[in-house]
């Protein structure tokens, strides 16, 4: 199978992506209850899309594709509060966060639809881990070549997303000590880690039809990789972030997201280098492990500081491109959390004062859902 | 000194708690063996071998006076009235009364289904009625049992029990009230037949707001300590029993109504192990054995068709009330059908009710009684199996126990 022909797109149009936990009222723990809400959303009139995930315990809110805050804070809110409202109908919570603090993998069904049983018997009990909840960011661009640049240039950043998103230190009972554990699930999937160094979509072709014919891969779909090109929407796909805790930040890291992609093709403007991968997997373990306190080290001037500087400057150097983009609210959530902490802090915080994760998924659930 | 000073007498004198003792191990040990070889839930074999020794069947224990398994039947199913109405949210009711209707019209067509059929064949009234209330009741022991040990969980889980409770208020209230009907019918004044439904209503709530009020603040003291926690829990639940008898209130109401208080009023969701502990689930199994060794089936000789009539009405009625609002009520078809079937089960609390209507009129416990009394042994050995195949076919229960 041949790849696809890139689409066109607005370029700086953006679609988000996100996983949320399907939660029982009576312990917080997680339900196989995606079909129930799906039938019961499937009547009411929203905007986007909501689906089905891998395990029968998460379900997927689509954004329509969106250009500025406002309009996609309002149609995440729509869509919120559609799930939010069959939740309570049917008796089950609905949270954001990226792992459920407790939930044990085993104990997880897969969804009944053929793509979500191929995969549970390809990759065995790793399907089931996966239950996890992430946001996936799309950024529209122009062409292909465009979006392999952007692509690249973006992966430079991948730390100050994970940091800004984090939200799951606790996995299976416990605290990890990472900010972002969620990523380590991902990081067990062959194809994950990040695209190959090319630059013109030709090459991107030659090197998928070589990847096919060895049989590895089938679709695009089967690269878990932390940015991937989606031809078919004619975007690039940002996958790393973890699902926060509320939608109003989901929607300010996408806008943050898209400032920064303007600013790289608008005003940036110098190539990308291979060596810029050098720092890549040091760069990104530390933004998981430490959060915003995590080391960044600059591939090109090689300078460290920490991924909280490295997002300040990045701020005052897409203020302009935010202002055009009408985006300097978001610009302000993501200041907050620079100043107020990620998911994960917020977490931690509340788990010191409640003692129990029970506890902590009902106060997580309600943070979500809060009309 | 005599060879009978110290060695024992042939034949042996034997106390009947050395044949319970035994039948413990054996129950048990037929219940693991119908869930390795056939799959079927526990409670069938203490039900059945409680049944098949006991003095209805082939008699191997004598039969035992009501009185000395009362005190272990009270407790458990104080416990797991208890353990039932804390698992249930009522604020669910709030937010989609399609369940409450549900709850009604099931409740509601099982009483007038019965009624109907028992007064076209010519039964009393009175009768028909306090056996057609009985009949509401789904057993909770059987349920919060089923669905601990198949750890399932879902809407037809939740729904399941969320109905049983209110279906055993709803049973427990029509069954005074119509018990009081029949007094009236004997020839009491017009003011004791309200006030004495009245009464129960009121004290119960009043016996149940204070045991959840007390509860909840020796939880706070003692926290999760489980050991010390279920000790002083047992010693409650009992005294609220006796408290209740006393009072000539109903613990089944009491306990139940104890548990919903303690979850509608709590801010977070507390989660106890099963039976609150392993002392609570021997009793559980003790309970279930005692049931099979009290379980009469010569009700079957005498009516044997109004027997599955009575079966057969009573599960038309319940699954197509459920069905019938289904829909509406944000479930599938299956899931529809599901819950309709798991709210087959009688066991503790019918046997309870009808005990309680038996001491008071002799002539229905000749009669009707055994009727029901056979309609009870039929459903606590099939209405497990009907329970754990519904939440299996709702795919509720995990998927390696499929295997």
Redesign the interface.
């Known amino acids: 199978m041949s790849l696809m022909p890139f689409a066109s797109s607005r370029p700086l149009s953006m679609g988000v992506e996100l996983e949320l936990q399907l939660l029982?009222?009576?312990?917080?723990?997680l339900?196989?209850?995606a079909?129930?809400i799906l039938?019961?959303v499937s009547k009411r009139a929203h905007p986007g899309e909501i689906k089905p995930e891998m395990t029968r315990s998460m379900i997927e809110i689509n954004t329509s594709v969106q250009h500025e805050y406002s309009g996609l804070v309002n149609e995440l809110h729509a869509l919120r509060d559609v799930v939010s409202d069959a939740g309570?109908?049917?008796?089950i919570a609905v949270a954001g966060g990226g792992t459920h603090p407790f939930q044990h993998w085993?104990?997880q069904?897969i969804f009944d639809a053929p793509r979500f049983h191929y995969l549970s018997e390809l990759y065995g009990y790793l399907a089931k881990q996966f239950t996890i909840f992430g946001q996936h960011v799309h950024v529209g661009c122009p062409g292909p070549d465009e979006a392999l640049h952007l692509m690249h240039m973006l992966s430079r950043y991948i730390p100050h997303f994970i940091a800004l998103s984090a939200s799951s230190p606790f996995v299976q009972g416990h605290d990890t000590g990472f900010a972002s554990a969620r990523l380590n699930s991902v990081f067990s999937f062959p194809l994950s880690g990040r695209a190959p160094f090319v630059l013109r979509w030709e090459d991107f072709e030659k090197f998928f039809s070589k990847m096919t014919s060895t049989g590895v891969v089938e679709s695009m779909k089967d690269f878990y990789w932390d940015i991937r090109p989606k031809p078919e929407f004619g975007t690039i796909e940002v996958r790393v972030c973890d699902t926060p805790l509320t939608v109003e930040i989901a929607a300010a890291i996408a806008c943050y997201i898209q400032a920064m992609s303007r600013y790289i093709m608008v005003e940036q403007r110098i190539a990308p280098e291979e060596d810029d991968y050098l720092v890549y997997t040091f760069n990104r373990f530390q933004a998981c492990r430490f959060g915003l306190e995590g080391v960044f080290i600059d591939p090109r001037t090689h300078e460290q500081r920490s991924i909280r500087e490295d997002i300040t400057d990045m701020l005052s150097r897409i203020a302009d491109h935010a202002r055009e983009l009408r985006a300097t609210e978001a610009m302000e959530r993501i200041r907050e959390i620079l100043i107020n902490g990620n998911g994960t802090t917020w977490l931690r915080k509340t788990y010191s004062r409640e003692h129990?994760l029970?506890?902590v998924m009902?106060l997580q659930a309600e943070l979500w859902m809060r009309a | 000194m005599t060879w009978s000073d110290y060695l024992p007498i042939w034949p042996l004198a034997i106390t009947p708690a050395l044949w319970i003792a035994l039948t413990l191990v054996v129950a048990v040990l037929v219940g693991e063996a119908l869930v390795r070889h056939l799959r079927l839930p526990r409670i069938v074999g203490y039900v059945g071998v409680g049944l098949l020794l006991g003095p209805h069947a082939f008699g191997l224990i004598p039969e035992l006076p009501l009185t000395e398994w009362r005190l272990v039947i009270d407790l458990a199913l104080g416990i797991l009235l208890f353990e039932l109405g804390s698992k249930v949210n009522l604020h669910w009711l709030k937010t989609n009364r399609w369940i409450a209707g549900a709850s009604l019209l099931e409740a509601a067509a099982t009483f007038f289904l019965v009624f109907a059929l028992l007064v076209w064949m010519d039964t009393p009234g009175a009768t028909a009625a306090v056996v057609a209330a009985i009949l509401i009741a789904t057993s909770p022991a059987i349920v919060v049992r089923t669905i601990t040990e198949s750890r399932a969980q879902g809407q037809v889980t939740d729904r399941l029990l969320l109905m049983t409770a209110l279906n055993c208020i709803y049973a427990v209230i029509l069954h005074k009230l119509t018990v009081a009907a029949m007094h009236g019918a004997a020839g009491t004044s017009a003011l004791h037949t309200i006030l004495q439904p009245l009464y129960l209503i009121g004290g119960s709530a009043l016996l149940a707001w204070l045991f959840g009020f007390t509860f909840e603040r020796i939880h706070h003291y003692l926290g999760h300590h489980e050991e010390t926690f279920s000790f002083i829990l047992f010693g409650m639940i009992a005294f609220a029993t006796i408290m209740a008898s006393t009072l000539k209130l109903s613990p089944v109401l009491v306990l139940l109504a104890a548990g919903l208080i303690t979850r509608y009023h709590r801010q977070r969701p507390r989660t106890f192990p099963p039976h609150f502990g392993s002392a609570g689930a021997v009793l559980v199994v003790l309970m279930f054995i005692g049931n099979g060794l009290a379980g009469n089936l010569s009700g079957l000789r005498e009516s044997f068709l109004l027997v599955w009539l009575l079966i057969g009405v009573r599960a038309v009625a319940k699954i197509s009330s459920v069905l019938a609002l289904a829909h509406h009520s944000g479930l599938s078809l299956r899931q529809g059908t599901a819950l309709g079937v798991a709210l087959m089960p009688m066991s503790s609390v019918t046997l309870l009710l009808t005990l309680e209507t038996s001491a008071t009129f002799p002539s229905f416990a000749s009669g009707f009684g055994l009727t029901l009394m056979s309609c009870i042994v039929i459903l606590e050995l099939i209405g497990p199996i009907l329970v754990q195949v519904s939440l299996r076919r709702a795919g509720e229960t995990p998927e390696t126990s499929q295997r």
């Not at chain 1, 029982?24 to 723990?29: E, L, P, Q, R, V």
Request: charged fraction near 35%.
């Open positions: 029982s009222c009576n312990d917080y723990n339900v196989s209850s079909p129930d039938r019961r309570r109908f049917l008796n085993s104990e069904k129990n029970g506890d009902q």
